[in-house]
């Protein structure tokens, strides 16, 4: 899934006592990258976990289903990942269970999502749901603590669906996804949350509409229309998938989750309305921007084999960073390999670096990759945490943060008023009820 919906449907931290560590991590974190510095005190606060790297679909564009993945099949093994959520589990506010494989083949998926639920973790998987799978799995599912779940369904009809989820049987991922919605009903939960996702392409953009109606009738929380990663029309693939070819009609992402969730928001949800709209909307040439990728400051990639990688855009393990947690150094530090501070030498001061980082293959994720993430962890945040980042922004905030993420803007608005009385009086209570 994207990440569009999540400053709207993530909630707060509950705990004091992991609230208190999770923002004090959040704002050594924002320092690191302000000050650019190669070795970190802070640990990640957004992971990408592969439970495993395997897959029974062959999407012609995903490496996994392609055959082009450079990397052994493996499933996570239960210690690897106990240790892991050992390691980050209290300075963590985001977990994503996907990346090249299925989430859902690993046999153990609801005890080892179960782990990150008692730390206040929220949790995200992106299936296929293209697998015959027992009622008593999908009510593990739903119990396991899962923050969201994103269905990949890529159409209204078996017909246009099988054009890009190739081997995936339309009529079975309805039933689940369906069965998902009916088991979260009968016990009363309010997570986790259930997304239909639908990549937009040439042959499926006729569909929007039916989709739209079947989600109302199935009753999911979220239904989002994403573009999917294809070349233009016309051009030669033997894949046979191309690039959707209209705008989009109507929202990009819509279902009741954003109306009833909303609501629930905290203070910065209205201090990010005191800012002019203008930020909210605005692009800047990325060429402007900090040299710089948030990955290596904000989060990283686990691999099932226990291999650490920069990133979710390289995936061959000739790019990991680590072969495994010891190298990351004790149990308590960063993610500070040898390569994970080469790679930040590089972009702070241009040396050159034998990492992939050298050549990244996708630029853009190095600075976008984290902009929803950052503004749902800022408009969940304590009442402290505001006053030090109003306080001092430019101690925590790269110049183009204020662009890219509104209440970032709306925090160096604050500052000019943060040591005044008005500021310090505010009833925090009746702003995070009027919110």
Wanted: contains cysteine; charged residues 25%.
């Amino acid at each position: 899934m994207s990440d569009l919906a999540l400053p709207y449907v993530v909630p707060p931290i509950t705990d004091p006592v992991l609230e208190r560590l999770k923002y004090d991590n959040f704002l050594k974190a924002l320092k690191n990258r302000k000050e650019r510095v190669a070795q970190l005190d802070s640990r990640p606060f957004d992971l990408t976990m592969d439970l495993t790297s395997i897959c029974q679909l062959k999407c012609p564009y995903c490496s996994t289903g392609s055959g082009t993945l450079k990397r052994q099949k493996a499933i996570m093994k239960e210690d690897l990942y106990l240790d892991l959520m050992r390691r980050v589990g209290e300075s963590c506010f985001m977990i994503w269970y996907f990346s090249n494989g299925e989430p859902l083949l690993h046999k153990r998926f609801g005890e080892l999502v179960g782990a990150a639920r008692n730390q206040e973790v929220f949790s995200i998987i992106s299936t296929n749901l293209s697998l015959e799978l027992s009622d008593g799995f999908l009510r593990q599912v739903v119990t396991s603590g899962l923050g969201m779940i994103s269905v990949s369904l890529d159409g209204a009809t078996q017909e246009t669906y099988s054009q890009y989820r190739r081997g995936g049987d339309f009529d079975l991922v309805v039933r689940n996804m369906r069965r998902l919605v009916e088991l979260k009903r009968e016990l009363g939960l309010l997570y986790p949350l259930i997304e239909w996702r639908f990549l937009r392409f040439q042959h499926n953009e006729h569909e929007e509409e039916a989709a739209r109606s079947l989600a109302d009738e199935i009753g999911v929380d979220l239904l989002e229309f994403w573009p999917g990663s294809a070349p233009p029309v016309g051009s030669f693939r033997e894949a046979g998938v191309y690039r959707c070819s209209r705008p989009l009609v109507g929202r990009t992402i819509s279902g009741p989750a954003l109306t009833t969730l909303a609501s629930r928001q905290r203070a910065t949800r209205k201090l990010a309305r005191m800012v002019p709209r203008i930020f909210a909307g605005s692009t800047a040439d990325i060429k402007s921007f900090t040299r710089k990728c948030d990955w290596l400051y904000f989060s990283g990639m686990i691999h099932p084999d226990g291999r650490i990688g920069p990133c979710c855009v390289s995936n061959d393990d000739v790019n990991d960073f680590a072969e495994s947690m010891e190298q990351l150094g004790p149990i308590q530090g960063a993610f500070n390999s040898p390569s994970h501070v080469e790679a930040r030498t590089m972009f702070a001061t241009g040396a050159p670096s034998r990492t992939v980082c050298q050549k990244c293959p996708q630029p853009r994720a190095q600075h976008y990759q984290f902009r929803m993430k950052l503004r749902t962890i800022l408009r969940n945040a304590p009442d402290w945490a505001v006053r030090i980042l109003a306080k001092q922004p430019d101690a925590y905030f790269l110049p183009e943060d204020k662009i890219l993420v509104p209440e970032v803007a709306a925090l160096m608005t604050l500052d000019r008023w943060a040591h005044s009385r008005r500021f310090w009086n505010i009833d925090w209570r009746s702003w995070r009820a009027s919110a």
